[in-house]
DNA sequence: CGTCGAATTGACCGCGATCAAGGAAGGTGG
DNA sequence: CCACCTTCCTTGATCGCGGTCAATTCGACG
């Protein structure tokens, strides 16, 4: 594996703080692969035999059931993703799958499992990365039960901004479906919620976002950090 | 505290692996307090201060924003809750009140972040219970996205009796009320659901729950250990 | 260009929310 | 012991958000 992706995975909160003996077993029996977009990479009750790790690109996490399927989250570079299912040797929830062309590091469940067991630095590491995905999807579900899907677009939007520092204008980096799949909702729906939202001075064209008047935004998606706050 | 409850909590996966020494650490600062039904024991954005445990009674978990309120979930003996914002020392994202008159333990959260630092066993039991609950909150999230109101509504019948054996009559543990929020409808709307469920085998008579037919209930719930085995 | 998938738009439908009223059950006090 | 009250549950009528179906339009790419 080229040395920059080891300096980069090392970097991550996950491996930052376990031992060099360790990380370099871990890494040992780990492999890189590059794929071509819409490739799936797991299937949601597949046992988990790899912790995957996003390198370059964009990977889907997806839910089925009954021919239909819903999309809980995208993972970007560099984190890692299905660490649950590693850690409790359970079978996937999520499926996921390659949005673009994306270059994955794939780690055997069972050295993750042992070094977990060994290193205390690995384990505690383990754990604030579990929290705040538990705490993430709390705040989805938060999100979805509590807002309507145009309060969670607004909200969407503002968060977006947030991420980029409070920038008023920037690029959505996930198609509008499956941004609508995300917050519940379909395409259709999706389209007529950007046309709602322009009263309150948002415009979206194309993937061009620019908020034109934020305190409207705000006062519209009441935004709280116990929901929208990505940190905390 | 009296010496069952510490046995009771000694038995708990979260601390039965953790060394004597540390877990009677971590038991000096706790202690026992008994309340009345719909009290308040915390609410969201405050800061956590304690790890909860509940060892008699029930407690709900619930969310809110701007004015509304929907139920997340419901804590029984002998179980504890809030563990992620305690491990990350961050504000908690949901309030819990208590259902019925409860006997609560209340663990200093500081002592628990200290313990969770030297005790590599008790780091693991976090690790194992953290997963389980991001893989609850992960299959709620499937079944409100994936699912009608009817379909959850069949769907924790089967759960329920599962929960006891596969026995086919069973009294509902909880109001309908909150049962409505906690599947994400309104108490109107559940009252209809239960209705629309007869023609599928199930009749539901105040609390009092029977399941006429299973294979017609399961041919319209299509339970999926992916979303309705609460192990896994 | 031509093609294919995404996005949009319109028309319609239905699930589930809301509003309003009535009934059942359980607890309390006279 | 019973009248009363509170609370939950139920039922009916109506509304609207969001889903579905269908038909274009747009846009990227070969």
Redesign the interface.
């Known amino acids: 594996m080229k040395s920059a992706y080891l300096a980069e995975i090392r970097h991550l909160d996950l491996f930052r703080s376990m031992r060099d003996e360790n990380f370099e077993a871990v890494m040992r029996g780990a492999y890189v692969q590059s794929f071509p977009p819409l490739v799936d990479l797991i299937r949601?009750?597949d046992s988990s035999d790899f912790l995957h790790v996003v390198m370059d690109g964009s990977v889907e996490l997806f839910?089925?059931?009954?021919g239909?399927?819903?999309t809980?989250g995208i993972v970007r570079p560099v984190s890692t993703f299905i660490?649950?299912?590693t850690?409790?040797s359970?079978?996937y929830?999520?499926s996921a799958r390659t949005l673009e062309r994306s270059r994955i590091v794939m780690l055997p469940s069972e050295d993750v499992r042992s070094i977990?067991?060994e290193d205390?630095g690995f384990?505690?590491a383990?754990?604030?990365e579990?929290?705040?995905?538990?705490?993430a999807?709390?705040?989805?579900?938060?999100t979805?039960?509590?807002?309507t899907s145009l309060e969670r677009l607004a909200n969407y939007v503002l968060q977006e901004s947030a991420a980029r520092n409070g920038v008023d204008a920037f690029l959505l980096d996930i198609e509008k479906r499956k941004l609508a799949s995300l917050l519940?909702m379909t395409a259709e729906n999706m389209s007529r919620a950007i046309k709602a939202l322009a009263p309150y001075g948002v415009h979206i064209e194309g993937n061009r976002v620019v908020i034109e008047n934020r305190p409207d935004l705000e006062a519209f998606a009441?935004p709280?950090?116990?929901?929208d706050d990505p940190a905390?």
């Open positions: 949601e009750g839910a089925t059931w009954t239909k399927d819903t809980i660490l649950a299912a850690i409790r359970a079978p929830l999520m977990f067991d205390s384990a505690r383990v754990v604030r579990l929290a705040s995905c538990y705490r999807s709390i705040k989805h579900t938060k979805l039960k509590l807002r519940g009441k709280t950090p116990l929901i905390s």
